[in-house]
């Protein structure tokens, strides 16, 4: 009796374990790739988009993504398109009971050695992720968007979920033409929401990784639902030979000048002769 009853509350339990487990998918592509609508999740999961409505208003009714109207160039016909990111609350629900224990340590820390400490700490650990990285990042070669597939790799590997999409027109001088390194969700940023210092070091990592000066533009810590980082690509050509146009342009202003030149030195020369005429006349 007590093993048939067990076996039909096992039963009975698979399906709920298989729907959590699909919710937390869910979840979790909603923090790599947000803002997302149900179309595209239903896509890159392999679920009916259905299916993928369910779990999202189940998410929503939890408090843990909130859904917005998505732009209006994006809108098909139907049911209006709605694209969601993860909630202040999604985001703790991903982060470990250990970030509140930690925060508590570095206050701690603060107190006893000063905000210096904080920072050197910071410093430190980022620098260990960076030395890791900077072996990967040098097997990608000097080429900037390669180097930055490779941190996008490596910082997903490591739970921050990130991303990586162009922005502006590649080979224009535009001066918001790069790479938009975004990440989902950040393994620290409850920590980072009262020190800083681990963002401002994670930035001047990144920085150094890809051998340019990087921006941070959101944060996470700051209430943005992604932290994102642009990485400014070359828009200058290499140099070389100038172009024929530019060379024949340079031609004829050359030649130009040679001829007033000769021009003036003729003039002078025709005046200081009849000058001298003039002389022997009188």
Same mark, same amino acid.
């Given at each position: 009796m007590f093993i048939a009853g067990d076996e039909r509350q096992d039963a009975a339990a698979q399906p709920q374990a298989l729907e959590s487990r699909t919710r937390d998918r869910v979840l979790q592509a909603i923090s790599e790739r947000g803002p997302i609508t149900?179309?595209?999740?239903?896509?890159?999961?392999?679920? &009916? &988009?259905?299916?993928?409505?369910?779990?999202?208003?189940?998410?929503?009714?939890?408090?843990?993504? &909130?859904?917005?109207?998505?732009?209006?160039?994006?809108?098909?016909?139907?049911?209006?398109?709605?694209?969601?990111?993860?909630?202040?609350?999604?985001?703790?629900?991903?982060?470990?009971?250990?970030?509140?224990?930690? &925060?508590?340590?570095?206050?701690?820390?603060?107190?006893?050695a000063g905000e210096e400490a904080v920072t050197r700490f910071a410093q430190q650990r980022v620098g260990e992720l960076e030395e890791r990285y900077a072996a990967e990042l040098a097997e990608a070669g000097p080429d900037r968007e390669a180097r930055t597939a490779a941190l996008v790799q490596a910082l997903t590997r490591d739970g921050f979920a990130a991303s990586a999409r162009p922005v502006g027109a590649p080979g224009t001088a535009g001066p918001l033409t790069g790479i938009q390194l975004c990440q989902g969700h950040c393994p620290v940023q409850h920590v980072a929401r009262e020190f800083p210092q681990f963002c401002d070091a994670e930035t001047d990592a990144f920085s150094r990784l890809l051998g340019v000066h990087v921006q941070r533009l959101a944060t996470l810590a700051h209430g943005d639902h992604v932290c994102t980082t642009f990485v400014p690509t070359p828009t200058v050509r290499a140099e070389g030979p100038a172009p024929a146009t530019t060379r024949t342009a340079t031609t004829r202003t050359a030649t130009t000048r040679t001829t007033m030149a000769r021009s003036t030195r003729t003039t002078r020369t025709t005046t200081h002769t009849a000058e001298t005429t003039k002389g022997s006349t009188r």
């Open positions: 149900a179309g595209v999740l239903a896509d890159q999961l392999g679920l &009916t &988009t259905a299916a993928v409505r369910r779990h999202l208003d189940n998410l929503v009714e939890l408090g843990l993504i &909130t859904g917005r109207e998505a732009a209006a160039g994006h809108r098909g016909r139907g049911r209006p398109a709605r694209s969601y990111v993860v909630s202040d609350a999604g985001h703790q629900a991903l982060e470990s009971d250990y970030d509140h224990l930690a &925060t508590e340590a570095l206050r701690f820390l603060a107190d006893a």
